[in-house]
């Protein structure tokens, strides 16, 4: 079939009739466990008295095809006919009311099964209204074809309503029936509404799909069911091309205006499954709407296509302009390291015989000069020694900062000459070290700049 729906085909009937196992028509199972016979089947004591009161002949006979009819209708929600009771049902049924194994559920005459079941449903608290019933499927299923089209899912919903409704259940076939002549009726509505809203001209270029011829032999119909190729530039062009020609056949968005996007996914399903030759066979009206309703995904599909393509090729490109700009940086990071690396060596030898290396070479002599005439001095010598030896150059606010740094913090002086322990023990290189730096030519404390001797 087109549809991808689970149906079993009746030719014979002139509808399709629908497979019981796929709705959730009420029927016995196939297995049924032990629990579930206990649960479902068990007669309790009320029940088998109410049977027992309500028959007046052959009290073991009616009382299991009562307690049958009881306990299969409250489960199911209908009457299931006696020769549809599974086997293990009948037999725990009257094992449980200690009938004669050789009791079965029948009737003589069909007026007391149905004096039976009013009682069983008079004891169930359930209404037979056949017609009621008839009219909540019919209006159900019309209202939920405008969107769906699995007869199964029809069946289903107008089940849904006839139990809410507290009705008891038609047959399995009238369920059948009622859903696929329904179906049939609204599809043709909406088929037409799609024809009506498409001008001559657009229904004829939608009937030349079926007979016009592509490059590859094949007709344009089957144009529209291709898929997308990889996200190349070329496959990208050509799609471009496809979408304009799709454009040209008319705008799908008003041909579908008003229909069910289900329905118009399994009108395109119904479409793409079959071939030119077997659309020709069908009746223009429902033709033209199937393929309308193909042509009309086949541009969606087109342009989710072109989107998902773009996407890819930009990712592409990204992709690759990242690998690029990585190469960039890492040459530029070379480029830089070595410029650096080069400006370091111009700076190491750009002052060579500049005036930094002089007054380096210069301050190298002094700290020698000041370390010469102080040498022979120990840790016992004291200030006015060390100025002796530097003959004067040294500036009295020096001197007189070095005196008041060996002053104890409450006031009694010791010795300047002294270093004590816990100061530590200086040499005579470390005590030139810290000693201000003196010219040697000019006669001035480097540290305040002024002359030796005057203090100024």
């Known amino acids: 079939m087109s549809l991808v729906v689970m149906l079993s085909v009746v030719w014979g009937l002139g509808w399709v009739v629908t497979s019981i196992e796929r709705t959730a028509y009420p029927r016995f199972k196939r297995l049924i466990t032990a629990h579930e016979l206990h649960l479902f089947f068990s007669p309790s004591r ?12 052959d009290k073991h006979l009616l009382a299991l095809l009562l307690m049958l009819m009881l306990k299969s209708y409250r489960r199911m929600g209908c009457f299931p006919a006696l020769e549809d009771v599974p086997e293990m049902v009948v037999d725990f049924v009257r094992r449980a009311v200690e009938l004669p194994e050789g009791t079965l559920p029948a009737y003589r005459a069909e007026r007391t099964a149905k ?176 393929v309308a309703a193909l042509t009309h995904k086949a541009r969606m599909r087109v342009r989710d296509d072109l989107a998902t393509m773009f996407c890819k090729r930009v990712a592409t490109k990204i992709k690759k302009a990242k690998a690029e700009l990585e190469e960039i940086r890492l040459a530029e990071r070379e480029i830089v390291e070595a410029l650096i690396g080069n400006y370091r060596t111009v700076l190491k030898h750009i002052d060579e015989g500049g005036p930094a290396q002089e007054a380096l070479a210069k301050a190298a002599a002094m700290t020698a000069e000041v370390r010469q005439t102080l040498e022979g001095l120990d840790e016992e010598a004291s200030v006015d020694e060390v100025a002796t030896r530097l003959e004067g150059r040294v ?14 913090p409450a006031g009694s002086a010791r010795s300047p000459a ?9 040499s005579s290189t470390s005590r030139s070290r810290r000693s201000p730096p003196i010219t040697a030519t000019s006669g001035c404390c480097c540290c305040t700049g002024r002359s030796a001797g005057t203090g100024r």
């Open 46 to 57: 009320d029940e088998l008295e109410w049977a027992a009161d309500a028959t007046d002949c």
């Open 418 to 426: 002294r270093w004590t322990a816990s100061e530590g023990s200086r």
């Open 395 to 408: 500036s009295p606010a020096v001197l007189a900062l070095v005196k008041a740094r060996w002053c104890r």
């Open 115 to 290: 004096h039976h079941r009013g009682l069983v449903r008079k004891q169930a608290g359930v209404t037979y209204d056949q017609a009621k019933a008839r009219g909540i499927v019919e209006q159900s299923i019309r209202k939920e074809a405008a969107a769906k089209n699995r007869p199964a899912d029809l069946i289903n919903i107008a089940l849904e309503k006839v139990v809410e409704a507290g009705l008891e259940l038609p047959g399995f076939s009238t369920f059948d029936k009622m859903a696929s002549k329904i179906r049939t009726e609204v599809n043709a509505s909406i088929c037409t509404g799609i024809h009506d809203r498409m001008s001559a001209a657009q229904r004829a270029g939608l009937m030349r799909l079926l007979e016009d011829r592509d490059s590859d032999g094949t007709t344009l119909f089957n144009r529209l069911k291709k898929p997308a190729k990889g996200p190349t530039w070329s496959h990208f062009k050509n799609l471009t091309k496809r979408l304009e020609w799709l454009d040209e056949l008319g705008d799908t968005d008003v041909w579908m205006d008003g229909v069910a996007a289900g329905k118009v996914t399994d009108f395109a399903g119904e479409a793409d499954a079959a071939d030119a030759s077997e659309l020709r066979d069908f009746v223009p009206v429902k033709r033209i709407a199937l």
